[in-house]
């Protein structure tokens, strides 16, 4: 994809442009994230946030292992 300039409008509004949210699956009223790294912001959703997680853990699990099933028999998760 190229770049596409947009504007800042009033109340810090930026407007996707309609190519980048189909292209990322974006809808209406869907949550974002935003992330401020090395001077630049990053949007993404929570579901790509959590893809992102478990590529970046899954190599230091073992072959059919679950986390979180190993996190909720050691008492290392707690819904208090």
């Given amino acids: ?8 409008t009033e109340g810090g509004r930026v407007v996707i442009p309609a190519e980048y949210r189909q292209a990322l699956g974006l809808h209406i009223g869907d949550e ?4 401020l790294e ?7 959703t929570p579901q790509q946030a959590i893809k992102r997680v478990q590529e970046l853990v899954s190599p230091y699990l073992p072959q059919g ?13 707690r819904n208090d």
């Avoid at 190229?2 to 800042?8: A, I």
């Avoid at 986390?67 to 008492?75: F, N, Q, R, S, T």
């Fill in 38 to 44: 090395n001077g630049e912001m990053r949007i993404f």
């Fill in 1 to 8: 994809m190229t770049n596409v300039r947009t504007k800042l």
């Fill in 65 to 77: 292992s679950s986390l979180a099933d190993e996190l909720i028999a050691d008492g290392g998760w």
């Fill in 32 to 35: 974002l994230i935003l992330r």
